[in-house]
Nanobody, 118 residues
C-alpha cells in the first residue's frame, strides 16, 4: 500500500525558511515524478513544484519561483521542499503527491500545515 507522509511544517515569521519532507513507502518511486501542492483556507488546491523521476526536470509555480526548491533522494524515497523568504500568502496546508506518467497525480499525503506570520 502506497503511503506518503509529510513533515516539517510549522509557524514561521515572514522572511523565514522551512524545509518540508515527504517520505514515500509501499513501492519503489524512482520512476515516479514527485510534487508539492498547497491549499489555503477557502481556496482551491494549487500546484507548487514538481520534479521528474530522473531529477532532470523541475517545474515551479510562478508565485514560488526563486524562493522554493524541490529535491529528492531516491535512495530514501523522499522528496523535499526548501522554502525560503516565506510570505504570509504562503500559508496553507502543503501536500506531496506522486505520479507515474501518463497517469495523473494519484497518490497523496495527508498534508502538513505551514503558517507564515507577518
Amino acid at each position: 500500500q502506497v503511503q506518503l507522509v509529510e513533515s516539517g511544517g510549522g509557524l514561521v515569521r515572514a522572511g523565514g525558511s522551512l524545509r518540508l519532507s515527504c517520505a514515500a513507502s509501499g513501492r519503489t518511486f524512482s520512476s515516479y515524478d514527485m510534487g508539492w501542492f498547497r491549499q489555503a483556507p477557502g481556496k482551491e488546491r494549487e500546484f507548487v513544484a514538481a520534479l521528474s523521476w530522473s531529477g532532470s526536470s523541475t517545474n515551479y509555480a510562478d508565485s514560488v519561483k526563486g524562493r522554493f526548491t524541490i529535491s529528492r533522494d531516491n535512495a530514501k524515497n523522499t522528496v523535499y521542499l526548501q522554502m525560503n523568504s516565506l510570505k504570509p500568502e504562503d500559508t496553507a496546508v502543503y501536500y506531496c503527491a506522486v505520479r507515474r506518467l501518463p497517469l495523473p497525480w494519484d497518490y497523496w499525503g495527508q498534508g502538513t500545515q505551514v503558517t507564515v506570520s507577518s
